[in-house]
């Protein structure tokens, strides 16, 4: 092998090796990323579930409470019906 492939063959090593350094630096920060990623959406899994479970309790103890502002007005205004005609 004479020198000009000798030079040639030492610069494609180097370059060869710089490129996977950046790769396996690269692929680091990917997985880093991805970690926070899969924490972001169990989270939003834990919010949405709190979420349905919370409309699934209004909902049913809905028409309850319906039914208890009914009566509280109903209440509120027996009491002035009362007072005007006293």
Do not use: W
Not at 17 to 23: E, M, Q, R, S
Not at 38 to 57: G, L, P, W
């Amino acid at each position: 092998m004479n020198t000009a492939e000798q030079i040639i063959a030492s610069i494609l090593a180097v370059t060869l090796a710089i490129f996977l350094v950046l790769a396996i630096i690269a692929v680091v920060m990917v997985i880093g990323i991805l970690k926070k990623v899969k924490s972001i959406s169990e989270r939003a899994e834990q919010i949405t579930e709190a979420a349905q479970e919370m409309a699934e309790t209004f909902r049913q103890s809905a028409p309850f409470t319906i039914l208890r502002f009914l009566g509280n007005i109903a209440d509120v205004f027996g009491s002035r019906k009362h007072k005007d005609k006293e």
